[in-house]
């Protein structure tokens, strides 16, 4: 037999013995006189082998993707055959049982009666738990594909931000290099080499909506590195990135734009420049992603940047980080931006570590 969960088939059977024991005490509250007993094991006897009859061999039947279970008539007369076999061998089985262990009290009932009763029952109940586990299958399926219709659309939205994120950063770049140009072709020159590796790198990881927690330490370097060619000794950086986190997934570009917007807004308008440090580190069951600078704080003009009503450009960026954040990892993730006037800024990015 093919596509057999045991966790499955145990979770049936437990909701089989839990209808069995319904129908017992529904039996016994009509007839009394017949003990409670007898009616459990022949409910129990009935509705076990009549589950066992359908729910295994339908496997080896061809069925839906959508319910698990056989199409047409095959369907119907799986059941059909199901609940004869259940009632004349769970009958047999819980007239022996039910003799072995002297359950029998009170008047026999009629034969003819009691084989109506019994036959009605047992066609009722077969028809309708074949019904709840095909709807229950049913749902199963529905509930993965919407999963993967989810999942599929939260992948497109990221690249769709991602695809947003790139001009926006590639255009800064392009317009502080033409800058450069003419009044440093040397170090123009540099800046362009580092463009082309982040470029490169930046292109290797667009095929995906995730990538190793190094690559993105790689990427800043290079971002950095293109920053500290035009920018010079006013901007000095130092990225930390434990080994035992170098593996963790994140998604791409997730901390170039916050590093853009504090060199933007925070070291750029001070005259001696400043320092930005990059960190990860574990909390618990977290990955802790802090960027944090000595620049001039929390400036109008910052608070735009941080996604405040003035926008900017660095607005831009810093709201497609928290949206892609919402949409990757939902309440799991946490965004946190605090700064003050000379102080510098930090921005703390919380996200569950990766198994």
């Not at 977290?286 to 960027?291: A, H, S």
């Not at 919402?326 to 965004?335: C, F, I, K, L, V």
Request: glycine share 10%.
């Amino acid at each position: 037999m093919r596509g057999i969960d045991p966790v499955a088939k145990l979770r049936h059977l437990l909701q089989v013995l839990a209808f069995c024991l319904a129908i017992a005490t529904i039996q016994y509250a009509f007839l009394p006189e017949r003990g409670y007993g007898a009616q459990l094991v022949y409910s129990l006897c009935v509705g076990l082998i009549t589950w066992a009859c359908v729910d295994f061999p339908r496997h080896l039947l061809p069925s839906s993707a959508e319910t698990g279970w056989p199409k047409g008539l095959a369907g119907v007369a799986l059941v059909a055959t199901a609940i004869a076999i259940g009632y004349f061998a769970g009958t047999a089985l819980g007239d022996i049982l039910c003799r072995t262990l002297g359950l029998h009290t009170g008047p026999r009932p009629d034969p003819v009666v009691l084989a109506r009763q019994s036959v009605l029952i047992t066609a009722l109940a077969g028809i309708a738990g074949s019904y709840y586990f095909y709807n229950a299958g049913r749902r199963s399926h529905l509930e993965r594909r919407m999963g993967e219709v989810q999942r599929h659309a939260n992948e497109a939205r990221l690249k769709l931000l991602e695809t947003q994120l790139e001009p926006h950063m590639l255009f800064n770049t392009l317009a502080n290099l033409r800058a450069l140009i003419a009044l440093d072709p040397p170090r123009a020159q540099q800046m362009l080499d580092h463009m082309i590796a982040y470029l490169r790198a930046t292109l290797d990881a667009s095929r995906a909506t995730t990538h190793a927690l190094q690559f993105e330490f790689d990427r800043l370097r290079d971002y950095l590195a293109l920053m500290a060619i035009r920018m010079g000794p006013r901007l000095s950086y130092e990225l930390v990135l434990p080994p035992e986190l170098a593996a963790q997934a994140v998604p791409p570009l997730l901390l170039q734009p916050i590093v853009e917007n504090s060199i933007r807004h925070g070291l750029e308008p001070q005259v001696r420049g400043g320092r930005i440090e990059v960190r990860a580190s574990r909390e618990s069951a977290w990955l802790v992603l802090e960027v944090s600078d000595s620049g001039v704080g929390q400036t109008e003009a910052a608070q735009g940047a941080a996604g405040g009503p003035d926008g900017g450009s660095g607005g831009f960026g810093l709201a497609q980080v928290r949206e892609r954040l919402a949409t990757q990892y939902g309440e799991s993730a946490r965004y946190e931006f605090e700064s003050a006037p000379g102080m510098g800024a930090r921005t703390r990015i919380t996200l569950p570590l990766s198994a």
